[in-house]
């Protein structure tokens, strides 16, 4: 079956512009991941979603990070007035369930901020 | 705090074995994966452990797992070209069931 999609697979904004990052995970996954990976902080965990609901957003960067999940499958990621420091490469991940099964990736976001 | 620590270069000949040696920090995770990355990809996952189990192979890949010294690698049997890539370890101990990856190890297999 389809694995863990993402869109843009590559996005070069200015700075000061908003962008919105967008995850499809695999059909039946209850659970989703964002996670980060640059250079200098390799690969950090952002935000998590159990169904619709983030139970704790203390992983987003700044207040101009924010994320949202509907229908329990699609997510999307929007950062506001961003920054040449969000450049990096965005990972979208789901899996099954929070506890027990395995996480699988999807191919990233590379974001790149002029 | 929570860490997981991996070399980050290894180089190889062809045909040979390849070990990638990993340390984790918390003694609660339940399952250790290794995952592969390929130049402009996203992660693939190679295989997990659960903390129970001291070793698990599968086909060229086998997982050691020392509990006691939160010691993990990963061997690869007859080392390929294809097998050229970036392997990360990570351990499910977030407070969240978010993965905590360790730096990565560039794997360099030579002809």
């Known amino acids: 079956g389809a694995g863990v999609s993402q869109s843009p697979s590559n996005k070069v904004t200015e700075k000061g512009k908003d962008v919105e990052l967008r995850c499809d995970p695999i059909s039946g996954h209850t659970a989703l991941y964002w996670y980060r990976q640059s250079l200098g902080q390799g690969l950090e965990f952002l935000i998590y979603f159990q169904g619709n609901s983030a139970p704790d957003k203390s992983g987003l960067p700044s207040d101009r990070f924010s994320a949202e999940r509907t229908g329990g499958s699609v997510s999307t990621l929007t950062i506001q007035r961003t920054q040449q420091e969000d450049s990096a490469v965005y990972l979208c991940?789901?899996?099954?369930?929070?506890?027990?099964?395995?996480?699988?990736f999807g191919p990233g976001t590379r974001l790149t901020v002029l | 705090g929570e860490d997981v620590e991996q070399s980050l270069f290894l180089s190889v000949r062809e045909g040979d074995s390849s070990v990638i040696n990993c340390t984790y920090t918390d003694s609660s995770s339940t399952y250790l994966y290794w995952y592969k990355q390929e130049p402009g990809a996203g992660l693939q996952l190679l295989t997990y452990?659960?903390?129970?189990?001291d070793m698990k192979q599968d086909q060229r890949l086998t997982v050691l797992l020392n509990k006691k010294d939160k010691h993990l690698s990963l061997r690869i049997a007859d080392t390929q070209t294809g097998d050229s890539a970036i392997y990360f370890c990570a351990e499910k101990g977030g407070s969240q069931g978010n993965l905590i990856f360790g730096k990565g190890t560039k794997l360099s297999v030579k002809p």
């Open positions: 991940a789901s899996s099954l369930s929070r506890d027990t099964d395995t996480q699988y």
């Open positions: 452990i659960f903390s129970n189990m």
